[in-house]
């Protein structure tokens, strides 16, 4: 009854239709807001989601847009393409249908590295199938010469050489010249045999190694690959990107001072001083110039400080190279920009 809501009412009858749609904007723009941060594009109840926004303090509440109730409103989110939907014995659930264009992109990256990725395990297979085959095919011992053991008369005397590098027993006579070549015949093939036996084991040597860099090599790939889509991280400076919060701190720079939930940050304006609570959304990653110190914070290399060392301006990434811990020294090469920030 009091005169200000008096006042709101007379307002709101005039143009009732602006107001149920000025609100129900809002409570779409936020709920999605929600799933896309705290959920991504995995599959979730829609009572779960909706718990949570009407958690905080300062929500919209649903009697005040156009849908009635949270079935009707999952059912419409699938029907203008925001979201996947689907009713189960349980209820709906929802999957949010991320259309960012950047998205989208880095999708398209991540599915061509893998591609490149199992195009070079096939061929390190093939090849180390070839090493293999050419180490079988090398290894192989000439096979020995038999001769049947002929005695012309029973004076004839009969000696066998059991020398130990012989590879199978040789009979000789002190008269008979015809056994003597292929005695010779078959201590060279045992002694051919023994000569290959080295590079045999070198090849194999060589096999390990190579197999082994492979197994390096995937290892870095896959480090490339290990993401979070959270990236927050105390004492590394940011960019003020969201336009809620007026002119007076868009594009501004402050420094992260607390990190809650892993989503959220207390940030200080780096001219102002003024602190903010900002959610991840509205901030991002700062690019100091070449030589700087920066943080990565996303990817197999998380938590290691660096230098930049060179920015591709094309490919919005840089190279950094690592200054500290166990890998330093390492050049990390095509690191995207919002996977590492300058240190405070």
Same mark, same amino acid.
């Given at each position: 009854?009091?005169?200000?809501?008096?006042?709101?009412?007379?307002?709101?009858?005039?143009?009732?239709?602006?107001?149920?749609?000025?609100?129900?904007?809002?409570?779409?723009?936020?709920?999605?807001?929600?799933?896309?941060?705290?959920?991504?594009?995995?599959?979730?109840?829609?009572?779960?989601?909706?718990?949570?926004?009407?958690?905080?303090?300062?929500?919209?509440?649903?009697?005040?847009?156009?849908?009635?109730?949270?079935?009707?409103?999952?059912?419409?989110?699938?029907?203008?393409?925001?979201?996947?939907?689907?009713?189960?014995?349980?209820?709906?659930?929802?999957?949010?249908?991320?259309?960012?264009?950047?998205?989208?992109?880095?999708?398209?990256?991540?599915?061509?590295?893998?591609?490149?990725?199992?195009?070079?395990?096939?061929?390190?297979?093939?090849?180390?199938?070839?090493?293999?085959?050419?180490?079988?095919?090398?290894?192989?011992?000439?096979?020995?010469?038999?001769?049947?053991?002929?005695?012309?008369?029973?004076?004839?005397?009969?000696?066998?050489?059991?020398?130990?590098?012989?590879?199978?027993?040789?009979?000789?006579?002190?008269?008979?010249?015809?056994?003597?070549?292929?005695?010779?015949?078959?201590?060279?093939?045992?002694?051919?045999?023994?000569?290959?036996?080295?590079?045999? &084991?070198? %090849? *194999?040597? #060589?096999?390990?190694?190579?197999? $082994? /860099?492979?197994? !390096?090599?995937?290892?870095? +790939?896959?480090?490339?690959?290990?993401?979070?889509?959270?990236?927050?991280?105390?004492?590394?400076?940011?960019?003020?990107?969201?336009?809620?919060?007026?002119?007076?701190?868009?594009?501004?720079?402050?420094?992260?001072?607390?990190?809650?939930?892993?989503?959220?940050?207390?940030?200080?304006?780096?001219? &102002?001083? %003024? *602190?903010? #609570?900002?959610?991840?959304?509205? $901030? /991002?990653?700062? !690019?100091?110039?070449?030589? +700087?110190?920066?943080?990565?914070?996303?990817?197999?290399?998380?938590?290691?400080?660096?230098?930049?060392?060179?920015?591709?301006?094309?490919?919005?990434?840089?190279?950094?190279?690592?200054?500290?811990?166990?890998?330093?020294?390492?050049?990390?090469?095509?690191?995207?920009?919002?996977?590492?920030?300058?240190?405070?």
């Amino acid at each position: 009854m009091s005169e200000s809501h008096q006042r709101q009412l007379l307002l709101a009858s005039e143009n009732p239709q602006q107001f149920m749609d000025y609100f129900s904007d809002e409570f779409r723009t936020e709920f999605l807001e929600l799933l896309k941060r705290r959920f991504g594009t995995k599959r979730v109840h829609n009572n779960i989601v909706y718990n949570e926004y009407i958690s905080h303090r300062e929500h919209v509440h649903m009697n005040a847009t156009q849908w009635e109730t949270l079935t009707d409103f999952t059912k419409w989110l699938g029907r203008a393409g925001f979201c996947k939907v689907d009713e189960t014995p349980k209820g709906w659930y929802v999957q949010y249908i991320d259309r960012d264009p950047e998205t989208i992109r880095r999708q398209q990256e991540l599915e061509k590295k893998k591609k490149q990725d199992l195009d070079d395990e096939e061929r390190s297979a093939k090849f180390i199938e070839e090493q293999v085959r050419r180490g079988k095919g090398e290894a192989e011992p000439e096979s020995p010469v038999y001769t049947e053991l002929n005695r012309e008369s029973e004076e004839e005397k009969i000696a066998f050489n059991l020398g130990k590098s012989a590879s199978t027993s040789v009979a000789a006579t002190s008269k008979s010249s015809s056994v003597a070549p292929n005695a010779l015949k078959s201590a060279t093939a045992s002694g051919g045999a023994k000569r290959k036996e080295p590079s045999q &084991s070198q %090849d *194999k040597e #060589k096999k390990k190694k190579s197999a $082994l /860099e492979e197994i !390096i090599e995937m290892e870095e +790939k896959k480090k490339k690959t290990e993401r979070t889509d959270f990236w927050l991280h105390p004492d590394i400076i940011v960019k003020i990107i969201t336009k809620r919060l007026g002119d007076k701190y868009y594009k501004k720079k402050a420094v992260v001072k607390e990190v809650i939930d892993r989503y959220t940050a207390v940030v200080k304006l780096v001219d &102002s001083g %003024d *602190k903010l #609570k900002l959610d991840q959304t509205h $901030l /991002e990653t700062v !690019i100091p110039a070449p030589g +700087k110190r920066v943080l990565i914070l996303n990817g197999g290399y998380k938590g290691n400080f660096g230098t930049l060392d060179s920015i591709n301006e094309k490919s919005f990434s840089a190279t950094i190279i690592i200054d500290s811990g166990p890998l330093k020294g390492r050049k990390v090469e095509g690191l995207p920009y919002e996977d590492f920030s300058k240190v405070a």
